[in-house]
């Protein structure tokens, strides 16, 4: 169901993380289709599968939306990703996208074109370029330290919920982040939701 484990010691620090769950989330994509995409992934003589690079960037588009771009390492690995990103490839992140995940991909893109990518394979709207900045800015007015203290405070949940109401593609992504909060402050279960989906799937 869920499983986060560090490895250090061997002169490179793995992490491993992944979630397949039962809930909407931002967007759903067919576990098949995920593998299908895969690719091999070698370092210090470990070689792994990992998601394709279109996949990838619809991930770290998702994940750095829904918590608000707290961290400046999502906004480097946004910039590093579209910064790698072929034009021919640029197709298939929409296509990934449409699964529910658009608005988050457009405001990773904006972010990427403030911190100066060029060469990006389109141009974000005033929508996405507004949330983007508004993000970065909160960002380069907060320490660190201070970020990681408000990510567990009752007001930045409150946050992330109107954020993620907001940045949701659908109205059954909206509701389903108000359940799980709903339940979250109920029963304290983060993984309950009041919109289940059929089994199989993948929710990044």
């Known amino acids: 169901q869920e499983c986060e484990r560090s490895y250090v010691g061997a002169g490179i620090d793995v992490d491993l993380h992944w979630r397949i769950d039962s809930t909407p989330g931002y967007f759903s994509e067919p576990f098949e289709a995920l593998w299908a995409r ?14 394709g690079a279109s996949d990838a960037l619809v991930m770290t588009a998702v994940h750095g939306t829904r918590e608000m771009w707290v961290r400046l390492r999502w906004v480097l ?3 590093r990703q579209f910064r790698l990103l072929s034009p021919a490839q640029w197709p298939e992140v929409c296509s990934v996208a449409n699964a529910g995940a658009r608005k988050a991909v457009a405001v990773a893109l904006a972010i990427s074109e403030i911190c100066g990518v060029d060469d990006l394979p389109a141009r974000p709207g005033r929508w996405a370029r507004s949330m983007a900045e508004a993000y970065l800015a909160a960002v380069a007015s907060t320490s660190p330290a201070d970020a990681r203290a408000a990510e567990t405070s009752a ?22 982040g108000v359940a799980r909060a709903t339940f979250r402050q ?10 289940r989906r059929g089994p199989g799937q993948a929710r990044p």
């Open 77 to 79: 690995d946004a910039v």
């Open 155 to 176: 007001l930045a949940a409150w946050s992330r919920r109107v954020n993620r109401w907001q940045t949701a593609d659908t109205q059954r992504t909206a509701l389903d």
């Open 38 to 51: 895969r690719r091999e992934v070698s370092a210090a003589g470990l070689e792994v599968w990992a998601p």
């Open 186 to 195: 109920v029963v304290g279960d983060t993984q309950k939701s009041l919109l």
